[in-house]
C-alpha cells in the first residue's frame, strides 16, 4: 500500500470514477465520495458509478475527421476506465460509440470496488471540504447538492450559473409499428458493433410534421418561474425550444431527413424523420435521438404517438429535466483546474464548463493526473493545446477570454470541436499543389488536426513518462 495521504474525490460520475481511476493508477490512495443512495439526486434512478442520466451515446468514433473521436483516442492512449467500459458495452449505433447503459454503469462500479488504492465513501459532502483534505476535486457534475454548490459560490464570490438539461425518452421496442418505421443509419454509415442499419425510423410528412411543431409550441410544459433566463446550452436544447425558433429548425437538426430512404416506400422523399437509437444491448429499449423535453408526461405521450410508427408507443422513460451548475472557469479557476482562492479544491468534469459525456471524463482524467503528481512532488506539463484534451482544458482555464472581462454570463459551457483547436500552420492544398476549397478542404484540415494531435499526444506521454522515471 502506498504511504501518501489520499486525495479526495467529491461525486461518482463519469468525472469523479475516471478521476478516482487516473490517481489509483499513479499509486497515490483515493477517497471517491458519491451521495447516492443516502441522498439521491432527481435525474438518477439507482446508486451505480458512473449512471448515465440522458443518451446512452458517447458520439462519434470516427477519430480521422470528428474531435470527439479524437478524444475517444486519446483516452484510450490514457487507459482511461470510461472507455474502456465503454468499448466493452457497446451496443449498435451507426457511427457512434453508443452503451448499454446499466452494463457500462455496471462495470465502472465494480472496477472502482476491487481497486486496492479507492475507497468509495457513500455519503453526501454538504459544504467545502474539511481543511485538513489538502488535495480534493470536485466533480459533481449538473447536479451538485444544494449545500455544496451554495458553498462553492461563496468560496469563488461568483454566482453560480444553471440551466437544464433535458432528458429523452425511451421506448420499447415491440411497441414500435415497423412496418412504417425501417432501420437504417444516415447514409448506411457503419460505426463501432454497427451494421449500417443501427437507426430506427419514422418518417413524417409535410403535414404530419407542421402538425407535429404546432404539438410542440402549444403543448402543456413544466413551469419553473426561478428558471426563466436560463441559458440552455445549444447542444443540448429541449425539442420545443427549437420549435420555437423557427419552424424548419427541427427538419435542419434532430429531425433531417438526409442520408435516409423509406425502405417500405422508396420513392417518396420523408419531410422529416425521427431516429431512435438502441439503448441496451438487448435490443429491447430505444431512445427518440435528440428529443431532449420538458414536456409534461401527459402532453408527451400524446404527442409523440402521433408520429407514424409510434401510434402504439410505450415509454420506458419519459423525458424531464436535470439542473447543471457550472463555474466561470476561466475568471476562477488556474490552469490545473485549482480554484485560484482555495488552491487545494481541483474541479472537474461539467461543473467546469465542458459539456458532454466524453469531455466530462476527459477532464476528469486529466483533472485526476494532476492531483497525483501534485501529491508525488511531480512536474506536470499540460497536454498541448493541439490535442482535444489539451484544446478543451484551455477552452475551460483560458481559451473563453470574453468571459474575464465580461462577466460569468459570456462563458458557456462547450463541447469538443476543431474549432477549439489551434489553426494550421501549414497551407490547405492537395498533395499535388491545388488548392483545396468547400468540403474538400474540411475534410482536409479535420484529417490534419487529428494527425497532429495523435503525433503531439504521442510526443507528450513520452514526456510525462521520463519526467516521472526521473
Not at 410544459?221 to 426563466?228: A, I, P
Not at 483560458?398 to 494550421?424: C, K, W
Request: overall charge negative; some cysteine; hydrophobic content about 40%.
Amino acid at each position: 500500500m502506498s504511504n501518501h495521504s489520499p486525495i479526495h474525490v467529491i461525486g461518482g460520475g463519469l468525472a469523479g470514477s475516471e478521476a478516482a481511476w487516473q490517481i489509483a493508477r499513479a499509486g497515490v490512495p483515493v477517497v471517491l465520495h458519491e451521495m447516492r443512495p443516502v441522498r439521491g439526486t432527481d435525474a438518477h434512478h439507482t446508486d451505480k458509478l458512473a449512471e448515465l442520466v440522458c443518451s446512452n451515446s458517447f458520439r462519434s468514433d470516427d477519430s480521422s475527421t470528428n474531435a470527439v473521436g479524437v478524444i475517444h483516442r486519446e483516452m484510450r492512449q490514457m487507459d482511461s476506465l470510461i472507455l474502456a467500459c465503454a468499448d466493452i458495452n457497446q451496443v449498435p449505433a451507426g457511427g457512434a460509440l453508443a452503451v448499454d447503459r446499466d452494463a457500462f454503469a455496471d462495470a465502472v462500479t465494480a472496477a472502482i470496488a476491487v481497486n486496492p488504492l479507492i475507497t468509495l465513501d457513500r455519503n453526501e459532502v454538504a459544504g467545502l471540504p474539511p481543511a485538513d483534505w489538502d488535495n480534493v476535486i470536485i466533480a459533481t457534475g449538473p447536479l451538485t447538492s444544494g449545500a455544496l454548490a451554495a458553498a462553492i459560490g461563496a468560496a469563488t464570490g461568483e454566482d453560480q450559473l444553471a440551466f437544464f438539461d433535458a432528458i429523452a425518452p425511451i421506448v420499447h421496442f415491440d411497441s414500435i409499428d415497423m412496418d412504417k418505421a425501417w432501420f437504417q443509419s444516415r447514409y448506411d454509415k457503419q460505426g463501432p458493433g454497427g451494421t449500417g442499419a443501427d437507426y430506427i425510423n419514422c418518417p413524417l410528412d409535410r403535414d404530419q410534421y407542421e402538425a407535429f411543431v404546432d404539438g410542440l409550441i402549444n403543448g402543456d410544459k413544466t413551469s419553473f418561474k426561478e428558471w426563466e433566463g436560463t441559458p440552455y446550452f445549444d447542444g443540448c436544447l429541449p425539442i420545443e425550444v427549437m420549435a420555437e425558433r423557427g419552424r424548419e429548425t427541427l427538419r435542419h437538426g434532430p429531425m433531417k431527413p438526409m442520408g435516409l430512404t423509406n425502405a417500405h416506400n422508396p420513392t417518396v422523399k420523408a419531410y422529416a424523420v425521427v431516429q431512435l437509437r438502441q439503448d441496451n444491448a438487448l435490443g429491447t429499449l430505444y431512445n427518440m435521438v435528440g428529443f431532449q423535453t420538458k414536456l409534461k408526461y401527459g402532453a408527451q405521450q400524446e404527442l409523440f404517438r402521433t408520429i407514424p410508427g409510434l401510434e402504439r408507443a410505450e415509454f420506458a422513460r419519459l423525458g424531464g429535466l436535470h439542473r447543471n451548475t457550472f463555474l466561470n472557469s476561466p475568471k476562477v479557476l488556474d490552469a490545473t483546474l485549482r480554484l485560484k482562492v482555495d488552491p487545494r479544491l481541483r474541479f472537474a468534469g461539467q461543473i467546469t464548463g465542458c459539456e458532454g459525456y466524453v469531455e466530462s471524463a476527459a477532464v476528469g482524467l486529466i483533472a485526476g493526473r494532476m492531483a497525483a503528481a501534485e501529491r508525488l512532488g511531480l512536474p506536470f506539463t499540460q497536454p498541448p493545446s493541439t490535442t482535444a484534451i489539451g484544446a478543451l482544458l484551455n477552452h475551460i482555464t483560458g481559451g473563453h477570454i470574453e468571459a474575464i472581462d465580461a462577466g460569468p454570463r459570456s462563458f458557456q459551457p462547450m463541447n469538443v470541436n476543431f474549432g477549439l483547436f489551434p489553426p494550421l500552420t501549414e497551407p490547405v492544398k492537395a498533395e499535388d499543389g491545388r488548392r483545396l476549397r468547400g468540403n474538400e478542404k474540411t475534410i482536409y484540415r479535420k484529417k490534419a488536426m487529428s494527425a497532429r494531435a495523435e503525433a503531439d499526444l504521442q510526443a507528450w506521454l513520452r514526456g510525462d513518462s521520463q519526467a516521472a522515471a526521473e
